[in-house]
């Protein structure tokens, strides 16, 4: 069964946040360089990097040249930690399904418990995204394999929001501008008809 694994710069971006919304770090506070940050929490300095930029891209911190990283909102932490656990939470409910289906000697009522769980999170997620993930595997030979996200420019080329990548056995949530797409990865996103077709598009040989 694939695992959950976030990207570590990810993690690091949950636990500024923390820090922000403990009221730790202040909104109008200018924290320290990021080499600073990547000792604090014991990363390297280009992890630390790739944290910031995801706080940053969310309006949560904003770099500035020359003095560090200035917080701007402790409302948009918060609201960047409660998506974070709703996407581990619903992970966790499917693999709970699964392990549930697998081993077919659970109780009936308890899978339909987890069913339910899964409705009413799937329900609360599609709220806020009433859009429902699709899926894709680029052929193994596409000239787009072996690159970043963001250097891709996938959002702008196709209008698909990537959501996640499994690689191997490993589901990667929320992988970021900086995830690489290797060939045998399957991604999930969310947009329109249109843009199914336009994914298949991009990546075809």
Known sequence: ???????????????????????????????????????????SAETARKAISVLADLDIVKPVHGSGVEVLSREKAREFLDQAKESRDLQTTHSEIKSLIAKQKED???????FSLLL????????????????????????????????????????ATIIAILHEDEIILSPGPYANIMPGDTIYFVGSDKTVEAIHQFFAV
């Not at 009936?108 to 987890?114: G, P, V």
């Not at 806020?128 to 690159?147: G, K, T, V």
């Open 1 to 43: 069964m694939p695992k959950v694994k976030e990207p570590r710069y990810h993690q690091i971006a949950q636990e500024i946040a923390e820090h922000i919304v403990n009221k730790q770090f202040l909104v109008g506070e200018k924290l320290h360089a990021r080499s600073t940050l990547a000792a604090t929490f014991g990363v």
């Open 108 to 114: 009936l009522a308890n899978l339909d418990e987890a």
């Open 120 to 159: 009413d999170q799937t329900q609360r997620v599609r709220k806020n995204n009433p859009m429902s993930p699709y899926e894709f595997i680029p052929e193994a030979d596409s000239p787009m394999l072996n690159q970043s996200i963001g250097s891709l420019n996938i959002w702008q080329n196709t209008g």
